[in-house]
């Protein structure tokens, strides 16, 4: 099964201040992802990325920028954290696009904004 | 626009019992369907997906059938166990993106 760890897995940070997210796979999938996870609002997809160097935008990039520096390694940086992006953060990875891609998931980060 | 509903909040059952998570999809393309659970303090992982050629996929007693005409992918098992004690997504992949949307979730809590 695709190995995906998350670091770190508890953040607590200050208004405005910056974080960074980091997310390593092992299996050479070429796809990325990064989710929040929140109550009433289940996974909402944030950036993805389709190889080293490439990023786009999700569904709620607003806040967010996301780093694919190798195909391993995919970062998400909140510049300048707010109490509204207190969530879990779920970074995934997969294969290419079709019916065999499964997103395998990593372990999670818990951020909280003070 | 593309998105799915699920069986919304809690879903409290008897060990036993049979289970039954509906997901309906509304997609502009030929969609592929997934289930994922996530247990307590867990990362989601997959359950079961559909499948191109009709079959039905199974695993831990789980299955789900596919059907068009409806727009739906009903997660069902013949009986629930503790075990069964999680957040299970709907999800789907839109167009050829590798992107997926997700259902908000339902909690399934079996009780003894």
Not at chain 1, 72 to 81: K, Q
Not at chain 1, 87 to 105: E, I, L, M, N, R
Request: with cysteine; aromatic share 10%; charged share 15%.
């Amino acid at each position: 099964e695709a190995a995906v760890t998350q670091s770190p897995r508890n953040k607590v940070a200050v208004t405005g201040g910056k974080v960074t997210l980091s997310c390593n796979q092992t299996n050479n999938h070429n796809n990325m992802y990064w989710y929040r996870q929140d109550t009433g609002h289940g996974l909402r997809l944030i950036h993805y990325s389709y190889g080293a160097g490439s990023t786009e935008k999700g569904d709620i990039p607003d806040g967010y920028k996301a780093s694919r520096p190798s195909q391993e390694n995919f970062s998400l940086i909140l510049e300048l954290a707010t109490p509204s992006q207190t969530s879990v953060y779920f970074c995934a990875s997969g294969d290419a696009p079709g019916d065999q891609d499964t997103q395998y998931f990593g372990p999670g980060t818990r951020l909280l904004v003070l | 626009g593309d998105s799915v509903t699920q069986t919304e909040g809690l879903v409290t059952l008897t060990e036993g019992l049979p289970v039954m998570l509906n997901c309906t999809y509304q997609s502009t393309y030929s969609p592929f369907l997934f289930w994922y659970v996530q247990h307590l303090n867990e990362a989601p992982k997959l359950l079961l997906k559909s499948f191109t050629d009709n079959k039905r996929p199974e695993h831990q007693g789980f299955h789900a059938t596919l059907h068009k005409s409806s727009s739906s992918f009903h997660l069902q098992k013949s009986s629930a166990q503790l075990s069964d004690s999680a957040l299970y997504y709907c999800a789907f992949l839109t167009g050829n993106t590798g992107k997926l949307i997700f259902g908000l979730g339902t909690t399934l809590q079996v009780q003894p």
